[in-house]
């Protein structure tokens, strides 16, 4: 079982930029492949970025593509999520996610680990 745990988001203006963490414990952490989504207000929640096991192949929702990275320390049981060139559309609560596997997956029924998430609110 792997527990999830986000921080770094916050308040910032359009245009800045971001970087989450979401620290992982339990057991074998490089066995995982990790994801990032968010959910706004009213809305459903929505993929952010993915990537597998080794950090070496990621995918973006098409929103965030050259804007956001992600990226991973296994040897920190951290994934991380830059964020830059932020919009006001980019406001919502971001959830890290966790699922064993040897790819990356991008469907939130994926995944079968959650962070509690943190708020980023982006603001014009």
């Known amino acids: 079982q792997v527990q999830l745990v986000e921080s770094g988001g916050g308040l910032v203006q359009a245009g800045g930029s971001l970087r989450l963490s979401c620290a992982a414990s339990?057991?074998?952490?490089?066995?995982?492949?990790m994801g990032w989504f968010r959910q706004a207000p009213g809305r459903e929640r929505e993929f952010v970025a993915a990537?597998?096991?080794?950090?070496?192949?990621?995918y973006y929702a098409d929103s965030v593509k050259g804007r956001f990275t992600i990226s991973r320390d296994n040897a920190k049981n951290t994934v991380y999520l830059q964020m830059n060139s932020l919009k006001p559309e980019d406001t919502a609560v971001y959830y890290c996610?966790?699922?064993?596997?040897?790819?990356?997956?991008?469907?939130?029924?994926?995944?079968?680990?959650w962070g509690q998430g943190t708020q980023v609110t982006v603001d014009s």
């Open positions: 990537c597998n096991r080794n950090g070496a192949s990621t």
């Open positions: 996610a966790a699922v064993a596997g040897v790819g990356y997956y991008y469907g939130v029924y994926d995944y079968n680990y």
């Open positions: 339990g057991r074998s952490f490089s066995n995982y492949a």
